[in-house]
């Protein structure tokens, strides 16, 4: 407990998954406490319930749960854009400086996880973020870049697309056209 208090970031809700129609619960960090005892005091209101996908073996789960408790499996930047997202909104949708502070980061990096994470469908970043093709900045950017060009040319976007010009800056980007 007085490391929940002393590092309130460390704490996040419980992952949990479907086993056909049994509903599988795991506790947070594998400790009940965290699990409804306790969250008092730690000043929660709500215990976040993430829905994760079922383990396929014994392996994946124990890995799952290690990592968990140990931070031994490292997340991908899409990940942890996701991560960043379900945090702001299983707290409310505090301010973004609030949930910097509470992460250990800047406030322009939680802008720039939740903004990369609602603005782009996993297929279209998550692989490429993963193998370091794009950095978290670079979809960022690029988002940034497309809202500017519907607010000064919207004829031009709605006749080809927001989704059009999205797919082909990415594919710029790949291709290393930007100079």
């Not at 994760?52 to 124990?62: G, I, M, Q, S, W």
């Amino acid at each position: 407990m007085r490391i929940a208090n002393e590092r309130p970031w460390k704490f996040s809700g419980s992952n949990n998954f479907f086993h056909g129609l049994q509903f599988i619960p795991r506790c947070a960090f594998g400790f009940t406490s965290f699990c409804g005892e306790g969250l008092e005091d730690l000043g929660a209101m709500h215990l976040p319930v993430l829905i994760v996908a079922e383990p396929k073996n014994r392996a994946d789960e124990l890995d799952s749960l290690g990592s968990l408790q140990s931070g031994q499996v490292a997340w991908t930047p899409y990940e942890v854009a996701k991560n960043t997202h379900d945090r702001w909104l299983y707290s409310g949708g505090i301010s973004y400086s609030e949930l910097a502070r509470k992460l250990g980061i800047t406030s322009h990096q939680v802008s720039t996880r939740i903004s990369v994470y609602k603005y782009y469908l996993k297929d279209e970043i998550a692989e490429k973020l993963a193998n370091g093709m794009y950095s978290i900045t670079m979809p960022y950017y690029i988002a940034q870049w497309i809202k500017r060009l519907i607010n000064y040319h919207p004829l031009l976007v709605e006749g080809l697309t927001e989704e059009y010009v999205r797919r082909q800056m990415l594919k710029k980007f790949e291709n290393k056209c930007f100079k």
